[in-house]
């Protein structure tokens, strides 16, 4: 049973280019989450999605970046017109439900770097 | 608001000693979960603690969860090098998200 899987797992781009990264949930996870973790830092919420939906987009910056999880294929994170300091690894998770206590099942992450 | 401390930031222990890391939240819980993430890794999953004074264990780790549901812990017993990596703990106030504590980086002498 496939677990979360994130792609791509290393993602370089120049300033101002765009990144675009990807997160299929576990098998039968209708929930993803998407999560910031600087060098030597812990991790911090960005956004919870359900299919189609947002349904908490707290932690996202109010620019330049936006989620989706469409109904068909992966959910993706956006940041357009990147700068340095968008460079970190980003981490989805997934749950089956969105109950606070389910256990939320992370991919491998994304490492952004930007030149 | 909503926070958190985790306490110590960094432990250094010789392999066999014992390990404990202490959570802290200024109100009150609904729950708990803690997370192990290796150095280069991604979170896991450890377990969840919901019931005041709860106490579980998994072979040498011990996790508590206080009378009041503000605190919590994870002892680990006689540490191995497998043990190597940062231990979060994941407060839950009853919504979705995960407020991740600072965590707990723990370095095993050999």
């Known amino acids: 049973n496939a677990g979360v899987m994130q792609n791509p797992r290393h993602l370089v781009r120049r300033r101002g280019q765009e990144a675009r990264l990807r997160c299929s949930p576990m098998k039968g996870h209708s929930h993803v989450y998407w999560y910031r973790q600087l060098p030597e830092e812990g991790l911090k919420f960005m956004v919870y999605?359900?299919?189609?939906?947002?349904?908490?987009e707290s932690g996202m910056p109010k620019e330049r970046f936006s989620a989706e999880f469409p109904k068909e294929g992966p959910s993706i994170l956006r940041i357009q017109q990147v700068v340095r300091g968008d460079s970190a690894a980003y981490f989805c998770a997934s749950s089956p439900m969105g109950a606070s206590n389910q256990p939320q099942h992370f991919g491998d992450g994304t490492r952004l770097s930007i030149l | 608001g909503q926070q958190v401390m985790q306490i110590p930031q960094y432990q250094h222990v010789q392999e066999g000693e014992d390990f404990t890391t202490y959570c802290n939240s200024s109100t009150t819980l609904s729950n708990i979960q803690w997370y192990k993430q290796r150095p280069g890794g991604h979170p896991v999953f450890l377990i969840q603690l919901v019931k005041s004074g709860e106490v579980k264990k998994q072979k040498r780790l011990t996790f508590q969860f206080g009378e009041a549901k503000k605190n919590s812990s994870l002892h680990i017993t006689a540490t191995q090098t497998t043990d190597v990596g940062t231990y979060f703990c994941t407060p839950r106030f009853g919504n979705e998200k995960l407020t991740f504590g600072t965590g707990t980086r723990l370095t095993i002498i050999p």
């Open positions: 999605l359900q299919k189609e939906n947002i349904i908490d």
